[in-house]
């Protein structure tokens, strides 16, 4: 298929690509790998008038250790994040779920912050990042701002990010102790999951991200609560799909999904020890 006409701009720096949606406005959309974005361009459901290109910046490209965090660049790719041995040794979860990403190609061009930045419920990273209560960093004309991860999927492929805003870095505590797990359900190797878990146990809590089971990336609020009152693993498990909202498609109906919620989630939990 043939998405619509757009203008293309490079972006040679950040600062460039902010003044590119200032002056744009909802008319222009920021392409990184274009892994989410181009699929909906070429079906039309997403028809920006504007490309801004920052894939190329490279200062957005980073791992850091940042003493109770790591920070990092939202244009980091994901091989770099799943080979990383700061990521596995401080982050094990985020490096484990990027490994599942797609396909090796997509993960040597795909970027972990245009994962997150697309807030798409079927994604697996975002439900890492509720999992793991990480910070998402934004920069837009008024400065820098810190959006904490439960307040920045705000709808089906929306996030709390402003048209003139840029998401520059992913902030995950430091967990190297942590034990957990993730599971993940698909008809085949490399689709979309049909239902998703990530499950970490460490730094006295317990979090439990879900992956399709809302219109929004979405934390499993019931498991979370269950858990801290002393709850097995099965136990906790029963209480997956409380509160949610699964989509009905050619994969699965809403009760499937909230039967594979349960399943999966027990089988993370077990898996982090719980």
Request: no cysteine; aromatic share 4%.
């Amino acid at each position: 298929m043939i998405p619509a006409a757009f203008d293309y701009i490079r972006a040679g720096s950040a600062d460039e690509a902010l003044a590119a949606l200032a002056e744009h406005g909802d008319e222009a959309k920021l392409l990184a790998g274009g892994h989410s974005l181009l699929p909906l361009m070429k079906l039309r459901l997403s028809t920006p008038a504007v490309l801004v290109d920052i894939g190329r910046l490279d200062d957005l490209s980073y791992i850091n250790d940042a003493g109770d965090h790591l920070a990092i660049g939202a244009l980091t790719r994901h091989r770099d994040v799943e080979t990383s041995e700061l990521v596995q040794s401080q982050a094990g979860l985020l490096a484990e779920a990027t490994s599942h990403v797609g396909d090796p190609q997509v993960r040597h061009r795909g970027t972990i912050g245009g994962s997150i930045a697309h807030g798409d419920p079927a994604s697996d990273l975002p439900s890492v990042m509720l999992a793991m209560r990480a910070t998402l960093v934004a920069r837009g004309p008024g400065g820098e701002r810190e959006i904490a991860v439960d307040e920045f999927f705000t709808g089906f492929l929306e996030t709390a990010l402003g048209d003139d805003e840029l998401l520059t870095e992913i902030r995950v505590p430091k967990m190297p102790d942590a034990t957990w797990g993730f599971q993940k359900f698909n008809r085949r190797a490399q689709d979309w999951a049909i239902v998703g878990v990530s499950a970490i146990v460490g730094n006295g809590n317990a979090g439990v991200g879900l992956v399709n089971m809302d219109s929004t990336p979405v934390r499993a609020a019931g498991v979370e609560a269950a858990l801290a009152g002393g709850a097995s693993a099965s136990d906790a498990a029963e209480a997956a799909a409380e509160g949610t909202n699964p989509p009905s498609d050619l994969n699965a109906g809403p009760e499937y999904r909230e039967h594979l919620a349960r399943v999966l989630t027990r089988r993370a939990l077990e898996a982090a020890g719980r």
